[in-house]
């Protein structure tokens, strides 16, 4: 795939390598810190704490009951996509208390990855939210865990109030090619938004 051109539309191709910011967003145990750990081509910044009694008030653990950590700041990682794109990864926190954080993460964000549990739909609500906010386009990416229910993704559209142009996709976030797959499908988004606005009206 041709990833050349899509972040700066109409403009000339040049050489050397891009370097694109992309959020990993979603709720509270979506698995945003698993993704960035699986497809990073390096060792990933990680800033999770363990969970704690005294948070047990601020983390609701209901459907996520096995977790024992939770990212309190940030987690980076980066791969390329191939010789001409760079992807860095910024993995958001998941809780409402660190919400403050996200508008210094999300300066200079081309694209973003929304993580969604079907177990839990109404905990990633926020994060689909702050991307219409922030005008971040983004793909919805369905995190497949062992009980999970297998829903049609009309379905899961209708629940999450989403325009049809936006992409939903199913995913492992710990595997390492289901991750990659998941920003290459953000990358032909991207894409698609560009040429969509190249054309003449």
């Given at each position: ?56 008030a601020d983390d609701h653990l209901i459907g ?46 081309l694209g973003a990855v929304v993580l969604v ?34 829903y049609p993704v009309e379905e899961i559209r ?44």
């Open positions: 795939m041709d990833f050349k051109g899509f972040d700066h539309p109409g403009g000339p191709g040049g050489g050397g390598t891009r370097s694109v910011k992309v959020m990993i967003a979603g709720g509270f145990g979506t698995g945003k810190t698993t993704m960035v750990r699986s497809v990073s081509d390096i060792k990933p910044l990680t800033t999770e704490e363990t969970l704690t009694q005294a948070s047990a996520v009951a096995d977790k024992t950590e939770t990212t309190v700041s940030l987690d980076f990682g980066k791969i390329g996509l191939n010789e001409s794109l760079m992807l860095y990864l910024f993995g958001t926190p998941g809780q409402e208390r660190f919400w403050f954080l996200w508008n210094g993460l999300f300066k200079g964000a549990d079907t177990r839990r739909l109404a905990s990633s609500f926020r994060a689909i939210e702050e991307m219409e906010r922030q005008n971040v386009p983004f793909v919805v990416a369905l995190n497949v865990f062992p009980d999970s229910k297998d209708d629940a999450l109030d989403i325009a049809e142009h936006i992409p939903v996709v199913a995913c492992d976030a710990r595997d390492r090619a289901s991750s990659r797959d998941v920003l290459v499908a953000l990358i032909r988004h991207l894409k698609d938004r560009s040429s969509v606005a190249l054309e003449p009206r």
